[in-house]
């Protein structure tokens, strides 16, 4: 097996690399995305908390592989008018759909862990930053997100060890991560020894992600208190 890691290593060293930006990107995107989606969502009772109630049902109760799919075969029937955007490059490069279809993915599931810390958060928070002469947008930005943000790490270090893992779904549309490459020397050798060092290199990186992890809920311990 030890073979197959030195003779193989810059292919390795290539699918790490796309399995490790895939993650880490979709992660920070989908962030992004999630928040005003999971501020959204506490907004019970408002149209734009249907909105965003029936885009996280949606993508919450459709397999990942499914949205993959639509995203990297559903846009070529669709390369005419996007061509006449100039966004054709981007949805036929399979890296990028998986990339998209990635952040689409954690951003929903992320908007719900932000909408449980928010709802969690005492409302004479919110009282004490009005009553000191903040608007709503800064009792938000200075006060509600960062205890929420802070409360949310143990669910968000779960949800990025999931995405990391989720990331192995790519290789079936052609990208070359790191199961990509797994699937690529095995139709060349017929040996299962390339799966156990693909297993091999995720566990590795989900336990420097859980090390760092745990370094950041440490640090922050005490916003969420």
């Known amino acids: 097996m030890l073979s197959y890691i030195t003779d193989n ?6 699918g790490a690399l796309n399995t490790v930006s895939l993650t880490i990107l979709s992660f920070i ?28 049902t949606l993508i919450r109760g459709t397999p990942l592989l499914v949205q993959i799919f639509l995203l990297y075969y559903g846009s070529g029937q669709f390369s005419r008018e996007l061509r006449q955007i100039d966004l054709w ?36 928070l919110r009282e004490a930053g009005i009553a000191l002469g903040l608007r709503r947008f800064k009792v938000y930005r200075k006060i509600i997100l960062p205890i929420a943000v802070a409360r ?10 999931l995405l990391l893992k989720a990331s192995a779904l790519v290789s079936i549309i052609t990208v070359l991560d790191v199961m ?20 091999l290199i995720y566990l590795s990186v989900v336990l420097i ?14 916003l969420s208190l």
């Open 9 to 14: 290593l810059d292919l390795w060293a290539e």
């Open 29 to 56: 995107i989908g962030f992004f995305v999630a928040v005003p989606i999971g501020m959204a969502r506490v907004k019970t009772g408002s149209w734009i908390s249907w909105v965003a109630n029936g885009y996280i």
């Open 89 to 124: 490059w981007l949805f036929r490069d399979a890296y990028y759909c998986g990339l998209m279809a990635l952040v689409l993915n954690t951003a929903a599931y992320q908007a719900e862990i932000l909408r449980g810390a928010i709802q969690a958060i005492p409302k004479g």
């Open 152 to 161: 949310m790490l143990p669910a968000m270090g779960n949800e990025l060890v």
């Open 180 to 199: 990509g490459q797994a699937r690529y020397l095995f139709s060349q050798t017929l040996d299962l020894s390339v799966y156990y060092i693909a297993a």
């Open 209 to 222: 992600i859980e090390a760092v992890w745990r370094k950041l809920e440490a640090r922050n311990a005490w």
